[in-house]
């Protein structure tokens, strides 16, 4: 998820329901230049992502918020990523249509308009309920990218979106069903690569860097 973003340094990336912090940590890993906020609303989930950062020695700042209240200023943020909720072991898919309307809503709100991107994971039964969402938001998403991929016994989706300077009204409908949009952005330069051929490649280029980090300086989180 993070490789599909392509961050740069200096950026600001945000998980709004961070978990564990899994994503973000895994991308402070091979991308250590950017600064990284990851946000949940369950006090036992960050304390479990501080602890797993601890262990990886990623830089990553954690906070206690909602994701459909997220304590940012508007465009503030030039990447997501967010793995939703498939409904299984959290919520139900009925709640996820609430819930994922909510959610993209905010996300749209602290990104960045043309150049701020988010990826999205979630399963195939939830891509009716994402597509809604992000055709009720308040401006237009351009989706650029839906790939499937299988985790474990369940198929998913990966979605790249970019939010638009333009109200949703009026805009063209975002759809999810695509078959021209299979690829995503990296794929066609790793010639069909796995996901553990470029975790691997990404360690690799990490270590011929010798580990060089940039320090970056955090920005307040809003009101602060």
Not at 47 to 74: C, K
Not at 75 to 91: K, M, N, Q, R, T
Not at 113 to 129: D, P, Q
Not at 156 to 171: K, S, T
């Amino acid at each position: 998820m993070a490789k599909t973003l392509a961050i740069t340094p200096g950026e600001v990336v945000v998980d709004p329901m961070c978990g564990a912090g899994i994503i973000l940590l895994e991308a402070a890993l091979h991308w250590p230049m950017a600064l990284y906020m990851g946000f949940d609303r369950n006090p036992r989930q960050l304390r479990r992502a501080a602890e797993n950062g601890l262990v990886s020695g990623s830089a990553v700042r954690w906070a206690l918020a909602d994701a459909s209240r997220l304590p940012l200023a508007p465009g503030s943020v030039d990447a997501v990523a967010c793995d939703l909720p498939f409904g299984h072991l959290h919520g139900s898919k009925a709640e996820n249509e609430t819930l994922y309307a909510r959610a993209i809503s905010e996300c749209q709100r602290v990104l960045k308009r043309c150049t701020g991107r988010a990826v999205f994971l979630t399963s195939l039964e939830n891509l009716k309920a994402l597509g809604n969402a992000l055709n009720s938001s308040p401006a237009a998403w351009e989706v650029t990218c839906v790939k499937h991929r299988p985790l474990g016994d369940i198929m998913a989706a990966v979605i790249l979106a970019i939010p638009r300077n333009v109200p949703a009204e009026g805009a063209a409908t975002v759809s999810l069903q695509s078959s021209e949009k299979l690829k995503l952005p990296w794929e066609s330069a790793m010639a069909g690569a796995t996901w553990s051929d470029l975790r691997l490649s990404s360690l690799a280029a990490k270590h011929e860097e010798g580990g060089a980090r940039k320090v970056v300086k955090a920005i307040p989180l809003y009101g602060e």
